[in-house]
């Protein structure tokens, strides 16, 4: 299932929702394959009843196996967002983690040459504070992933840089300015060259 929007901040958006690979479940799809393969022999050789009775039970247990793997794959979400990464898994018992992109020193990838050829791999995401390092495995073209998520993070401290640059910006006059302001004041009169001086230092102070 997708990552609610509901669970995302203001202006947050979803950059990559994924799944873990296929490979996160072949043996359990190999297993059920045995299991009907074995059953399919023991048909075609007339097996005695009691071997039909087990194979019966040998498929029941490998699909119960592959359903509840099946289900692990479907509520697990590895998500990167514009502020953050978030990994989800559980159905009713859930855990997960969130790491602020600003908090993410380093993300590493590792695949073997059989990865690199379905194009899966593994993550690794180390970060400062507790979490420390965070790995997780059976990630989708985990090249692309680590690219993306460096990209968020330059777009996530241009995005800070700018908001410090509006605030500073609609703040009002600098100081040098304020202290010209105060200058044009004395030279019309307004304030005495005391009261400009006393001015003038408490901005100068300011700095």
């Given amino acids: 299932m997708a990552y609610p929007l509901d669970q995302l901040n203001h202006n947050e958006e979803i950059i990559l929702d994924l799944r873990p690979h296929w490979w996160f ?9 045995a299991a009907i393969a074995v059953g399919i022999v023991a048909l075609a050789f007339g097996a005695p009843g009691w071997v039909s ?24 979400n ?40 379905i ?19 059976h990630i989708r073209k ?16 241009n995005r800070k840089f700018d908001r410090v ?10 100081i040098p300015e304020q202290i010209q302001q105060l200058d044009g004041l004395r030279q019309q009169g307004v304030l005495t060259d005391a009261e400009f001086d006393a001015k003038k230092r408490e901005l100068l102070d300011r700095m």
Wanted: aromatic share 10%; proline share 3%; hydrophobic share 45%.
């Fill in 119 to 137: 194009g899966s791999g593994n993550l690794t995401i180390e970060s400062a504070g507790e979490m420390g390092n965070q790995k997780y495995n």
């Fill in 53 to 76: 009775i087990a194979v019966g039970v040998l498929i029941l247990v490998s699909l119960v196996w592959f359903g509840q793997r099946y289900i692990v794959w479907t509520t697990t």
């Fill in 165 to 174: 640059s509006n605030n500073l910006s609609q703040s009002g006059p600098s």
């Fill in 78 to 117: 590895f998500v990167v967002t514009t502020d953050r990464l978030i990994v989800r898994t559980g159905v009713l018992a859930r855990e997960g983690i969130e790491i602020p992109l600003e908090r993410v020193n380093t993300v590493f990838f590792r695949q073997s040459l059989f990865e690199r050829i």
């Fill in 25 to 33: 479940f072949v043996k359990h799809i190999l297993a059920v394959l």
């Fill in 142 to 157: 985990p090249l692309n992933v680590q690219n993306e998520i460096y990209h968020q993070m330059e777009a996530n401290e």
